[in-house]
């Protein structure tokens, strides 16, 4: 299937390539904006990535897992510490979701503990297997992991 639009034309799914054999691209761009090539197993993106849905949550000292309205679909979500926090996780997991995680309140440390008391499918593993600490005007990046039933920090 191709779709035409004025600026691009996007490939979904098999199409016969020049070779009269087929060209296996579940998804591309014309344009070079994004191609998703299960041929190679390779996905390649000549621009930048937008992570657009931003959430914000207002947070005490123990508040539960970080979950504010909106946060099914966010991929930006910003903590407002009122005292230093220390969340049992955070909330809405899909596999494989990303989501930039900063701590937007001066001088407020927020923790978030990888043990017992997290609930499983919302807790938070950082780097080397502890806990993720966020210091003041930081963030990290975090993947959802179903495998471990983990948000797992991204090391950059």
Do not use: H
Not at 9 to 16: K, L, N
Not at 21 to 36: I, K
Not at 129 to 144: C, I, R
Request: proline share 6%; glycine share 12%.
């Amino acid at each position: 299937v191709v779709l035409t639009t004025a600026k691009q034309a996007i490939s979904i799914g098999v199409q016969a390539s020049a070779s009269g054999g087929d060209d296996n691209r579940a998804l591309e761009s014309v344009s070079g904006d994004v191609q998703l090539n299960t041929s190679s197993g390779d996905t390649i993106l000549n621009r930048s990535i937008c992570l657009p849905n931003e959430v914000t949550a207002n947070i005490g000292a123990t508040p539960g897992d970080v979950s504010p309205t909106g946060m099914a679909d966010a991929t930006q979500l910003y903590l407002n510490p009122s005292i230093a926090s220390a969340p049992t996780g955070i909330g809405a997991p899909r596999n494989g979701k990303v989501l930039f995680v900063y701590n937007d309140n001066a001088p407020f440390t927020v923790t978030f503990a990888n043990n017992a008391g997290t609930v499983a499918t919302n807790g938070v593993i950082g780097k080397g297997g502890a806990g993720m600490t966020l210091a003041p005007k930081t963030g990290s990046l975090v993947v959802y992991r179903p495998s471990v039933s983990r948000w797992v920090q991204v090391s950059l």
